[in-house]
């Protein structure tokens, strides 16, 4: 038997109703939680699989059991119950697919924004511009490496803990570019985890040429 499925029988069986592998698994519902633990690697506590950094909650409707599993058990397993807004039952796997990648991304989204919900309630200064540059981030739209570097530096000072590559850089314009350009080494090294995979290989020249000339500098 696969190890994956065998796994998966051996921890869900147990905690369902049904003795039946395949009627067990109608017991159990996505709940809409999802849990992100960054860099850590995590285990599916339904197959048991490795190296994740999300679960994604279910719990079984009869007896109020739940296990947190990967969102690839959820897919596969397609009688694992998800159901939208309005309570309907999700059967198509490519809205299935949509339903849990959204869940993931609101999530990502809250975890991007509670540090600057707690920096707008601290920063009473800077407000308003802490507001408007959270509205741009909470719709999915970058913000220049500057203001970034800003925001960076205000949690800093207050003290509030936030995970830099949660944050969205725009660099579509060639003042963005430029600022980035201008960026001490100190500052780059602060922004960089913002920047996706492919900026960083867009800009590779330009991470590249404020490291020589900041190495010369010294």
């Known amino acids: 038997m696969n190890h994956w499925l065998d796994a998966s029988q051996r ?82 796997p490519d809205e299935r697919k949509f339903y849990l990648e959204d869940a993931l991304r609101k999530k990502l989204t809250e975890i991007m924004l509670e540090p600057l919900r707690e920096l707008w309630l601290k920063d009473k200064e800077y407000r308003g511009n802490i507001e408007s540059k959270a509205r741009y981030l909470k719709a999915g739209s970058g913000i220049s490496p500057r203001e970034l570097l800003f925001l960076f530096r205000r949690m800093e000072f207050y003290n509030i803990p936030y995970t830099a590559k949660r944050y969205k850089v725009s660099l579509r314009s060639y003042s963005e570019q430029r600022e980035l350009h201008q960026m001490s080494q100190e500052d780059l090294h602060k922004i960089k985890p913002a920047l996706s995979a492919t900026q960083v290989k867009k800009y590779a020249h330009i991470l590249e040429a404020v490291w020589k000339l900041r190495s010369q500098a010294i």
């Open 11 to 92: 921890n869900l069986v147990p905690l369902s109703k049904s003795t039946s592998f395949t009627e067990a698994l109608r017991e159990w519902l996505f709940t809409g939680n999802v849990f992100d633990y960054d860099d850590e690697d995590i285990e599916c506590e339904l197959c048991e699989h490795p190296d994740l950094s999300h679960h994604f909650e279910i719990r079984n409707t009869l007896n109020d059991n739940r296990l947190l599993v990967g969102s690839s058990c959820i897919l596969k397993f397609s009688e694992i119950n998800i159901h939208d807004a309005l309570g309907q039952e999700v059967t198509d």
